[in-house]
């Protein structure tokens, strides 16, 4: 599931606990060779687990939590890198993928008679060289200052800083007195953050404000460093992946930076106090550019087809889809068992919680909880985020339930898409470019069925959890029919489904309805079903390992969207469309 790479990154308050780790496992080369005795159940503790690796055995027809023990601890281990969309490891789990597409006997659905469709993926980054000097003496990069990336399309500025000996002038206080467009042209601002309702200098900024302010200036410097936020500091580091754009306007206008209150006196060659809006300044020398490359791998979608048996609904698809991309490698390696420690106490919600610093009580139980675990096992580096739940989990069910389908004797009527999609964690990118430019016809996919992060369930780790707990969203957003039909199939089942449809609510704070990528087929008005277990301590850290997975519910749950799937494609007529229909190219609401 996708969340804002700063969220997944950001752990300052492990250092407390960072203890002597030992070196780094050895990293294996390639997956896991075949036999191996029955797995057990997962633990339902942290500090009970499964083994770090797991030598996989070969699959069976049916659904089993064998099957998908042995199946993740190869798209999980940590050859596989994180499996980031662009990079090496994507390759090597979607080639996996497409080997097990072509095992089953499945029909290759990419393009040019392949499994695969190659996304057109650019990274967008800070190029090397950042510089930046006032009156000849230079400044510290993301220590005095800080450059911004370019704002998009909508306000496409400030893709390049080039000055060489460019004027410096005061602009003054956003919100405040400030100069006019035509004097700060040519020139770097320089300006003072707004002041919040208690008269202080005030860091809640929005960084384009200033640039669509003066657009022809050099640049903009707001000498806010001292009271931004870190997450705002780094922005310019970190690269995006996005996908091309032909035509797309290039960004100009002026440059955008944060700037220390230091380094802006160094500018202005005088104290910022009392200084009057238009006061000039010394000049100053540097550059910087933002800008985009092809990634440094194929980004791609896998897709296989088991072709349906009546002659007239056949050419109709029933779409099952998980993403097969993660977040990669860490920046830094973590102790892995103070990580658990923890999230497990201040994350419980993984990423998606943003914690203070420990309380005293905090503290001791993260402490204790950490003594705990290494009386059972010594420290641990971690770098890679394996990915096994988000969304691991959701892709070897995906072929669990290929393996079943394409084995059983009696086939569905009408044929299955099976949508294993790339670059979700860049921003459902797989799949928008799949919706936008499907292989098969658009409006032959009569329903998607999602799965996203279907590992974790369990009750001590998940809200309203437990051994038959489901998350469901969106199945009668279009069409209600669709969602009279999983609830008439749960209760029929000898143990049904607790389905949780909270997070389905309008308006709920998560905005789960648009982090996956069942709405890039919503959004074309094809009725979905997102079905998931939730979020869980390791959500989008570095401990979403194999270990810890359920793979007992998770094997219930790839049973659960087998059925589903089957009843959608027996039908003789498909999923009514009566909600409503958004722009393709809207925002998503939740």
């Known amino acids: 599931m996708t969340v804002y790479r700063i969220l997944a990154r950001g752990l300052p308050a492990l250092a407390v606990l960072a ?69 090496r490891g994507n390759v090597m789990g979607t080639d996996y993928i497409a080997a097990e597409f072509r095992r089953m006997g499945l029909e290759p659905g990419g393009e040019n008679g392949t499994f695969f469709q190659t996304i057109p993926l650019v990274v967008k980054g800070i190029a090397p060289g950042v510089s930046l000097s006032a009156a000849g003496q230079a400044l ?24 060489q000996n460019t004027p410096v002038v005061f602009g003054g206080q956003l919100g405040g007195e400030m100069i006019t467009d035509a004097q700060a ?24 404000y200033p640039r669509t302010r003066f657009p022809r200036a050099a640049a ?31 960004p100009t206008g002026p440059a955008g930076m944060t700037i220390t209150r230091a380094a802006a006196e160094r500018m202005m060659g005088a104290p910022l106090a009392g200084m009057r809006p238009g006061t000039q300044g010394r000049t100053v020398t540097g550059s910087f550019r933002f800008g985009s490359r092809r990634p440094d791998a194929p980004a791609r979608n896998v897709v296989a087809i088991l072709r349906g048996t009546d002659p007239t609904l056949r050419a109709q698809y029933v ?51 950490l003594d705990s675990l290494r009386a059972l096992r010594p420290a641990r580096r971690d770098s890679i985020y394996n990915g096994a739940d988000d969304d691991g ?22 044929s299955v898409i099976f ?36 590992g974790h369930g369990r009750a001590s780790e998940v809200a309203r959890g437990g051994p038959y707990s489901i998350q469901m969203i969106g199945s009668r957003r279009l069409s209600t029919e669709l969602g009279d039909l999983i609830d008439a199939l749960n209760a029929r089942r000898a143990t049904p489904m607790q389905i949780d449809y909270t997070w389905d609510a309008p308006g709920h704070p998560a905005n ?26 390791h959500y989008h850290m570095l401990t979403d390992e194999a270990q810890y997975i359920d793979y007992e519910h998770s094997a219930r749950v790839a049973g659960f969207v087998h059925d589903i799937a089957l009843e959608v494609a027996n039908r003789d007529r498909r999923p009514t469309v009566n909600g409503p229909r958004q722009d393709p190219n809207a925002p998503c609401r939740q």
């Not at 990580?339 to 106490?345: C, G, P, R, S, W």
Request: aromatic content about 6%; charged content about 20%.
């Open 19 to 87: 203890a002597a780790c030992a070196p780094p496992a050895p990293v294996q080369e390639g997956p896991p060779p075949a036999q191996a005795p029955a797995p057990a159940a997962a633990p339902a503790r942290q500090d009970v687990q499964l083994p770090l690796k797991y030598q996989a055995r070969p699959t069976v027809p049916e659904i089993t939590p064998g099957d998908l023990m042995s199946r993740l601890y190869v798209l999980a281990d940590d050859s596989m890198m994180g499996r980031q969309a662009g990079h």
């Open 140 to 163: 510290t990069p993301w220590t005095d200052f800080s450059p911004l990336p370019p704002l998009g399309n909508t306000f496409p500025f400030g893709a390049e800083f080039r000055a």
């Open 185 to 208: 042209a040519g020139k770097v601002v320089v300006l003072l953050p707004p002041t919040g309702d208690n008269g202080q200098p005030n860091g809640r900024w929005w960084p384009g």
């Open 220 to 250: 903009v410097a707001v000498a806010a460093s001292d009271i931004t936020v870190p997450a705002v500091l780094t922005l310019g580091q970190g690269e995006s992946a996005e996908l091309e754009e032909p035509g797309a306007q290039a």
């Open 319 to 369: 779409g099952i889809s998980a993403h097969n991309d993660h977040e990669g490698i860490a920046d830094q390696a973590l102790d892995h068992d103070s990580l658990i420690a923890f999230n497990t106490v201040m994350r419980p919600q993984g990423a998606n919680d943003r914690p203070g610093a420990p309380s005293a009580a905090q503290r001791e139980r993260i402490q204790g909880m």
């Open 393 to 414: 989990s959701g892709t070897v069910a995906l072929l669990e339930i290929a393996e079943r389908m394409a084995s059983s004797p009696n086939r569905p009527r009408r």
């Open 419 to 454: 949508l294993s999609h790339t670059a979700e964690e860049a921003g459902l990118l797989g799949s928008e470019w799949f919706s936008d430019h499907p292989t098969v016809p658009r409006d032959s996919i009569v329903t998607v069925l999602n799965m996203d992060m279907v």
């Open 512 to 537: 789960r309805y648009c982090r996956s990528d069942h709405f890039m087929y919503a959004r074309h008005g094809i009725p979905i079903t997102y079905l998931s277990l939730g979020y869980h301590p």
